[in-house]
């Protein structure tokens, strides 16, 4: 079994519309979206939930109003703003609640409880295209990175207990925490850039991290013919860098129309971009053999 991470340095390069052709394209896999924060490979997959599961992590803090003395000390100690006082007894913003746990180290009267935080929701879904692990981090909830690496391991589980060949990841764009989470045991990364400015610094950098952590990394160039003489700047670039350009795929506004319809781009249409796609996954699967 072969792990491939699709990223991107940033958003709106065509990562995940891409890992939506790969999932059409590839056999015997099972998918993963890790752009936990916002995910979105489920609006092209349709994917059919077989359940919902709460993801917990952390802890927040809770009053227990019949112990609360009101004394106080935990609004003084808190330095997140989130431990107050109410007419009588205290009470936690769970907003603000960042579960350090100092408000119930040092209350007197033992009123505060550490509950685990209910964080967001992970799903095991079916699509027509394979199964798909993904998952959904509440509005302002931290540890994303945790909630990637939650995601991975249940794919990795699941492509076991089937059989798979594959696991394909959506990974999140930067380079940050649910990045860094989504390339644990990862055979490859194909990183999908574009021919910006943005695009080429925020590929520099995916490049630096498959050097820091020693995974082979691969390249696609999305939307090149949109400014060819910088696509050709950064075709040197990965050639200097000993990085393969594995394809690169044309402007095509037939992308955007199967994107409209949910079905990914080749899938719906064999024009240029589609043409391109599949040649780039017929060189990954070779180069990442299993």
């Known amino acids: 079994m072969k792990e491939i991470v699709v990223l991107s340095g940033k958003g709106g390069t065509g990562k995940t519309t891409f890992l939506g052709a790969l999932a059409f394209l590839a056999e015997n896999k099972v998918l993963a979206d890790c752009d936990v924060d916002a995910a979105d490979l489920h609006l092209l997959l349709a994917p059919r939930p077989r359940g919902e599961n709460e993801f917990r992590s952390g802890v927040k803090a809770r009053v227990i109003p019949d112990q609360c003395s009101g ?3 935990c609004e003084e100690l808190c330095q997140f703003d989130a431990a107050k006082m109410g007419d009588e007894v205290a009470f936690i913003d769970p907003l603000a609640c960042e579960g350090c746990g100092v408000c119930a180290h040092f209350c007197p009267e033992d009123a505060i409880a550490l509950d685990e ?9 079916d699509t027509d295209y394979g199964p798909l692990v993904h998952a959904q981090l509440f509005a302002g909830e931290e540890n994303s990175g945790k909630l990637v690496s939650f995601v991975k391991t249940k794919a990795r589980e699941l492509a076991e207990e089937i059989g798979a060949d594959y696991v394909l990841v959506d990974g999140a764009p930067g380079i940050g925490c649910p ?34 952590f020693k995974i082979q990394a691969f390249v696609c160039l999305n939307k090149w013919d949109l400014n060819p003489e910088m696509a050709a700047e950064l075709e040197a670039s990965c050639k200097k860098r000993n990085v393969e350009l594995l394809g690169r795929i044309p402007f095509d506004p037939s992308v955007v129309t199967s994107q409209l319809n949910g079905v990914p781009v080749v899938g719906h249409d064999e024009g240029p971009a589609a043409a391109a796609i599949r040649e780039v996954w017929e060189k990954l699967r070779t180069r990442v053999a299993v």
């Not at 935080?117 to 879904?125: E, K």
């Open 71 to 73: 004394c106080g000390m």
């Open 117 to 125: 935080n209910h964080c967001g929701t992970w799903f095991i879904s």
């Open 179 to 212: 990045v860094i989470a989504s390339l644990s045991n990862t055979d490859a990364i194909l990183a999908v850039t574009e021919p910006t400015q943005s695009g080429w610094h925020d590929l520099e950098r995916v490049l630096d991290l498959a050097v820091h």
